[in-house]
């Protein structure tokens, strides 16, 4: 098939996802219908390490990742040769982890004369738009806030981003884990301060918001780890011993103010009236009540994906996959994994 018959008939995306923790495989209908979604995560597994382990969930990817894609198969209750394209995330993540799935997606490829499509994976958050919510077209402003990313970029195209502006250091959902993993709540760190600031006061602690330059769409998420941390430090010094859920809901409330106030400047800035999020962070229930209630002021449309949307899943990838082949066409067999690729 080329991409001109494409545009004619249904394609049919058989696509995995192997980037992190989670192996992942998806049937996707015309980049916006999900068929079969399956996940297995391996977050208790490398609870037990305080966080994920490279070695491991390469181990882990090649023991589940052929289940995992005949799971996808039969629960879209379709065969092999029913599909029309192989996507497969080749970056960026951990190097170790996402050859398993590359390597998965060449041989499916290869055996069954099909074409193959490399995904990046930021696309791929972006894309889990694109399902859950139909009518979504480009362009618009997208706050992309994951576990190694937080930017904030225009969508041109299905295909191409322009970057407005990018973390200076740590990503958001970096900060979540690192200061979770601080005030002893462990791994994976997002979900776990997300519960424990349910019970948090919000008046108790107050960590400085970073906005960096005056009209920089840039963020800094470090310097409130380290905040964190000597704030911890300082009043166990003091013979006191800080409330985990205190602590817990000054550093979300901080780190989503900031998050919340430059998507809303990027879209005024750009003249848009639309704000797409994406990426794990965007699980988190006080960014999107923060989000909705602010967007819901300045008279701004807002995206947010299903939960299940946001972290990472394989149905994104099918859906960013199918836009890919329709613009570019196919990748072929020389595809490889890549830890960082940029936009
Ligand atoms: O997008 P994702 O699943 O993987 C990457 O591409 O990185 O994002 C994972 C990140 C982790 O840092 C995790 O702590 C964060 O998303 N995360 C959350 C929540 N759920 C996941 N952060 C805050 N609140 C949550 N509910
Ligand atoms: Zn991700």
Known sequence: MNTNDAKKKDILVLAIESSCDETAAAVVRN??????????????????????VPEIASRHHLTNINGVIDKSLEEANVSLDDIDLIAVTNGPGLIGALVIGVAAAKGLSFAMGKPLVGVNHMYGHI?????????????????????????????????????????????????????????????????KIEK???????????????YLEKGSLDFSFSGIKTAVLNFVNSERQKGNEPKTEDVAIAFQDAVVEVLVEKAISAVKEMGEKKLVIAGGVAANGKLRDELARRCAEENIELFLPEKILCTDNAAMIGSAAYYKYIADGADDLSLDAYADIDW
């Open 127 to 191: 894309s889990s738009n694109f399902i859950s919510y139909p009518e979504l077209e480009p362009p618009f402003v997208c706050l992309v806030v994951s576990g190694g990313h937080t930017s904030l970029v225009r969508m041109e195209s299905y295909t191409k981003a322009t970057v407005l502006g990018s973390t200076r250091d740590d990503a958001a959902g970096e900060a979540f884990d690192k200061v979770a993993r601080v005030i002893g709540l462990g791994y994976p760190g997002g979900p």
């Open 31 to 52: 980049g916006r219908e999900v068929l079969s979604n399956i996940i297995s995560s391996q977050i208790s597994i490398h609870t037990e390490y305080g966080g994920v």
């Open 196 to 210: 424990a600031a349910k019970d948090g006061n919000p008046d108790a602690i107050y960590f400085k918001r970073v």
